[in-house]
């Protein structure tokens, strides 16, 4: 059975702080990661890939990969009330790309 | 930028009735997929779709639903004889050369 655990929060940050987003999965043979962000009733949307161990950055966002752990992260610098939402962690596993998501971790930035 | 769009955004039905939610994928994508969201919950994986066929589905996936692109641009998903438990948000997503899969705006399913 393929998880992705996340811890479901609220992760509650001040505005202009680090928010660090953490994701474990049971699957060795997941090799691609993805961090979406969901905001209430809305669909999921592509924030970050990440595909090899160590760090990628995109702007404001970083994703952190470690494939001998299992374990996955997303740092959000200098936060933004706009940034409050639900974070979803997939691993993406399968010849068809499936994705398996965890339950997501809910992030309030307040101003 | 190309969107995936869906209709409608919310769909009334009562118990043991039909429905068919509908998707327009991006129009150079090759994979689909169908998700979907009970409130409160994880996003599921239903089934994903390639060379308009079924290339895996998931045990959420019995023979209640089915999926077809009917006109090779609509992806649709039906569901007979709906069950209250199926009330949940449906998603389309598309996937990318890079695998990254983008979703729809969705489509709200409440069984009455």
């Known amino acids: 059975q393929k998880e992705v655990e996340q811890n479901s929060g609220p992760l509650s940050v001040p505005e202009g702080a680090i928010a660090s987003l953490n994701c474990t999965y049971s699957?060795?043979?997941?090799?691609?990661f993805f961090w979406y962000r969901q905001y209430s009733g809305k669909s999921p949307e592509l924030i970050m890939s990440?595909?090899?161990?160590g760090d990628k950055e995109d702007g404001r966002f970083t994703a952190q990969l470690n494939k001998a752990s299992q374990y996955v992260s997303l740092l959000i610098r200098d936060s933004q009330p706009s940034d409050s939402a639900t974070y979803l962690c997939?691993?993406?596993?399968?010849?068809?790309?499936?994705?398996?998501f965890g339950k997501g971790t809910m992030l309030l930035v307040s101003p | 930028e190309p969107e995936v769009t869906q209709t409608p955004s919310h769909q009334v039905t009562q118990m043991g009735q039909e429905v068919i939610l509908r998707c327009v994928p991006i129009?150079?994508?090759?994979?689909f997929y169908w998700y979907r969201q009970i409130l409160g919950q994880k996003v599921e994986f239903l089934v994903s779709?390639?060379?308009?066929?079924?290339?895996?589905k998931s045990e959420i996936f019995d023979d209640q639903f089915s999926v077809e692109r009917p006109d090779g641009s609509n992806f649709t998903l039906k569901i007979r004889s709906t069950k209250l438990e199926d009330s949940a948000m449906y998603f389309c997503?598309?996937?990318?050369?890079?695998?990254?899969?983008?979703f729809g705006p969705g489509t709200r399913l409440t069984v009455t």
């Open positions: 699957d060795r043979g997941s090799q691609s």
């Open positions: 990440i595909y090899s161990n």
């Open positions: 129009s150079n994508h090759l994979y």
């Open positions: 997939a691993a993406l596993s399968g010849g068809y790309s499936t994705l398996t």
């Open positions: 997503a598309d996937r990318d050369r890079a695998a990254e899969q983008y």
């Open positions: 779709f390639y060379n308009n066929e079924i290339s895996e």
